[in-house]
């Protein structure tokens, strides 16, 4: 039995397609990937992708919810492993969530594409993991007074914009010879200065 045919036998076909259009997503981008090229690449027949993926809407929507995955275990554990305040838990999920994206920016902009298609409710669940110890941690800081808690929603807008952003500009260079965490830091310091609760008038 040939060494292609034993892999799919035991079923590892499917985390090596995976695995491929990942690579082929960062240096391509999606119009980069067709099932027809992945096989080739792996080394199987043209049609068996199609065991596992039916066609590439399939194929994306699975990279996407193994990319919430990574990021929900990565910032889980950013979060998990956290000390201090909640600026520095603060701080150490955006140094978590910058590193993902700058390290799969193809594969975060996949994500963010998908994740809120209503006829994939597996991208909108593996999405609500990603960032529930996130949620939970800005919940804590509004409930502690650390944070306005007006408007939950504004607030984790401000809070996602403002580090998805500082990503893109990490990625695109800007930010010279700086340490990127001390970056991360002294953005996150400045936004929650910003987002302190005001006094009553």
Request: charged share 25%.
């Amino acid at each position: 039995m040939s060494e292609t045919i034993t892999r799919y036998h035991h079923g590892n076909l499917r985390a090596e397609l995976l695995a491929c259009a990942e690579r082929k997503l960062e240096s391509t981008g999606v119009q980069g990937l067709s099932l027809r090229e992945l096989a080739r690449e792996v080394g199987v027949s043209h049609g068996a992708p199609r065991q596992h993926f039916p066609d590439k809407q399939a194929l994306l929507d699975a990279l996407a919810v193994l990319g919430l995955q990574r990021l929900g275990s990565e910032l889980d554990a950013a979060l998990g492993a956290a000390e201090g305040d909640f600026a520095d838990r603060l701080i150490a999920f955006a140094r978590a969530y910058v590193r993902f994206a700058t390290t799969h920016p193809a594969l975060l902009e996949l994500m963010f594409a998908r994740k809120d298609r209503a006829d994939a409710p597996e991208l909108q669940e593996a999405n609500a993991r990603a960032f529930a110890a996130p949620s939970a941690l800005i919940a804590a800081g509004q409930a502690d007074g650390e944070i306005d808690g007006e408007d939950p929603d504004r607030v984790a807008m401000a809070l996602l914009a403002t580090i998805q952003g500082l990503a893109a500009v990490i990625t695109g260079g800007k930010i010279g010879d700086r340490p990127v965490d001390s970056v991360v830091t002294g953005t996150i310091e400045t936004l929650l200065r910003g987002l302190r609760p005001r006094p009553a008038a």
